[in-house]
């Protein structure tokens, strides 16, 4: 990395004198009030031209900002591009498959925002990614938050620093409950945050094991409801290729709703770890509750992602503005 060192330290002192003058780390929702006060009307502005060109938009914007606070906080390291020297964030197997579209809409958001001289190279990309995510679940008919803004983007991008940090579609409440107390979030949260799994696809790879080698006395996972364990293997025949998207969920996959734990009940999660949710009695007290209560469940989502995306908060000592979302600078 200390290639990067001179960079570094450049970028943090024109950061600073470039940058509202704050002395703490401390989130705040008008952070950028003085320098670009339109900030969240600009984003929401691409993020609702994005979404009417692909509804991939929403789904991807979502698992962009999980994979990235996950990884090193929300810092838009997942952003940055491999070079022959460093194996970047993006490239490591897990995030292989994170579309494109939210990538695009950030770059787009920061190019809107670039094109206002007040803002130009003031806001993160850390905070460009956080407001497009509220913008996305809004989008899909979502509750709406207040976004707490005041991240900079992170200075180290390595494909190693994702191994074992990000949740596997095969993990129990126990690997979970772990993975999300490791920044801070309880197993409520996690449950909140696993919701977002009622938006977008998966891919037919993932869900093999369930639905045709799950162990030596099932074929098929026997958590799994029936009919339904049918149609995925209608969706995903043995020898097709296991990049073949499937929605994950079954009944409103385009829609923002608590209709995800209502499948759980039906032994619909298309995933492990989805489904353990409601089959492991400390978790399926919150399931039943959200399945009845979409108010309840939108309130603990926004308090989840909240409390998310102050994971691994980088300051003007330990990170920059970038000028290129994809390239450290």
Avoid at 31 to 41: I, L, S, T, W
């Amino acid at each position: 990395m200390a290639r990067f060192g001179l960079v570094i330290v450049v970028a943090l002192s024109l950061t600073i004198s470039m940058f509202p003058d704050t002395t703490t780390a401390q989130l705040k929702t008008n952070f950028y009030g003085k320098v670009c006060p339109n900030v969240e009307q600009i984003v929401r502005t691409v993020v609702q031209q994005k979404v009417k060109q692909t509804f991939v938009t929403i789904p991807a914007t979502l698992r962009l900002f999980f994979h990235d606070c996950f990884v090193n906080g929300c810092d838009a390291s997942v952003m940055i591009q491999s070079t022959p020297k460093n194996k970047a964030e993006k490239d490591h197997p897990d995030n292989i498959s994170l579309a494109g579209d939210g990538f695009d809409v950030v770059i787009k958001a920061k190019k809107a925002l670039d094109a206002i001289p007040s803002c130009r190279n003031k806001i993160s990309c850390a905070d460009i990614l956080t407001l497009a995510t509220r913008d996305v679940v809004v989008a899909a008919g979502g509750p709406s938050y207040p976004v707490e803004l005041g991240r900079f983007d992170g200075l180290v991008s390595t494909a190693a620093s994702v191994t074992g940090n990000l949740p596997g579609p095969n993990d129990k409440v126990t690997e979970l409950n772990k993975l999300f107390a490791k920044n801070k979030l309880t197993q409520e949260d996690m449950i909140a945050l696993s919701a977002a799994h009622t938006l977008g696809f998966a891919h037919c790879g993932k869900v093999f094991n369930r639905i045709y080698n799950f162990n030596r006395t099932h074929s098929v996972d026997p958590t799994l409801n029936k009919a339904y364990a049918k149609e995925l293997q209608a969706a995903c025949p043995k020898k097709v290729d296991p990049r073949i998207a499937i929605n994950m969920d079954p009944t409103t996959p385009r829609k923002f709703d608590n209709l995800y734990f209502k499948n759980l009940q039906q032994g619909k999660g298309l995933f492990t770890s989805d489904q353990v949710l409601f089959t492991d009695g400390r978790s399926r007290p919150t399931v039943n509750a959200w399945a009845k209560n979409s108010v309840a469940f939108n309130k603990a989502f926004v308090t989840a992602m909240t409390k998310l995306g102050r994971v691994g908060v980088k300051t003007r000592r330990n990170g920059n503005i970038r000028r290129d979302c994809g390239v450290f600078n």
